[in-house]
């Protein structure tokens, strides 16, 4: 409506002029910004003591309300009883550095976040593509068992605290550290949600668009962050931060999470 007034032409004009500003800034951004689904390397990666391994990535899930669907079994898939609405799922890897290295977008609102990454955790297990050694900090909804255990690491539960006093020290400082590192995730989500309103508004119910918006706004948030800078993650996880963390001893984050 807005962009219509501005240049005086009509709603049908205006959508198509934004279909096509939206495949071609699909299109500069993968060719110009960092693509997703890299190679973890070492160099990606940070280390918090010998209480964890070496970590490259943080993952969550994020919910974006969509309109309702006309059809009766889309719209049933994408209800969202927990939340009492319509919504697609989505799951980001966050790196260090702020950029999304991981995404699977677009599913539908009733599928859990652990059921959206079936091709991260053939990536996680794949050495080609992980480093031996290094793992992603994730919450308790994502899977830890087998051989997902040294690749994904999580928050303590609460049967899992031992009865042996010295151990169930190491298991609690542990679980401290996790929590706080997991605020990394939550600064990546608000890095999408505040800097792109468009996540806040109903996504149409319309399949290819919808998926066409949200990989934009991925692709558009790592042009962003590797050449505006703007980002939470890259400015705790940075050189600088680790420096003054180990010359003053004080963990901004840990205080406060």
């Known amino acids: 409506k807005t962009i219509c007034q501005l240049f005086g032409v009509t709603p049908s004009t205006a959508s198509v002029?934004?279909?096509?500003?939206?495949r071609r800034v699909?299109?500069?951004?993968?060719?110009?910004?960092?693509?997703?689904?890299?190679?973890?390397?070492?160099?990606?990666?940070?280390?918090?003591?010998?209480?964890?391994?070496?970590?490259?990535?943080?993952?969550?899930?994020?919910?974006f309300p969509c309109a309702t669907a006309d059809d009766a079994d889309v719209q049933n898939a994408y209800y969202n009883g927990w939340k009492s609405g319509t919504y697609v799922n989505n799951v980001f890897v966050f790196s260090p550095t702020g950029k999304i290295i991981f995404a699977s977008i677009n599913a539908p609102g009733s599928w859990h976040d652990a059921a959206l990454c079936g091709d991260l955790y053939e990536l996680l297990l794949n050495e080609t593509k992980t480093t031996e050694g290094l793992a992603i900090v994730a919450d308790t909804a994502f899977p830890r068992?087998?051989?997902?255990?040294?690749?994904?690491?999580?928050?303590?539960?609460?049967?899992?605290?031992?009865?042996?006093t010295n151990v169930a020290i190491e298991q609690i400082k542990r679980h401290q550290l996790i929590v706080s590192l997991r605020q990394a995730a939550e600064w990546g989500m608000r890095a999408l949600q505040g800097t792109f309103g468009r996540l806040k508004t109903q996504l149409t119910s319309h399949n290819s668009t919808r998926f066409q918006i949200i990989l934009s706004i991925v692709l558009l948030h790592n042009f962003r962050t590797k050449y505006v800078g703007l980002n939470q993650i890259t400015s705790v996880f940075s050189d600088d931060y680790e420096e003054a963390l180990r010359d003053r001893n004080y963990d901004r984050i840990a205080r406060y999470y």
């Open 17 to 22: 002029a934004i279909k096509r500003i939206r």
């Open 26 to 63: 699909i299109q500069i951004a993968v060719y110009a910004g960092p693509h997703l689904l890299n190679k973890s390397t070492s160099q990606d990666s940070f280390s918090k003591g010998s209480l964890c391994p070496r970590l490259f990535g943080f993952v969550d899930g994020c919910s």
């Open 145 to 164: 068992s087998g051989p997902l255990a040294r690749k994904i690491v999580a928050p303590m539960e609460i049967d899992t605290v031992s009865h042996a």
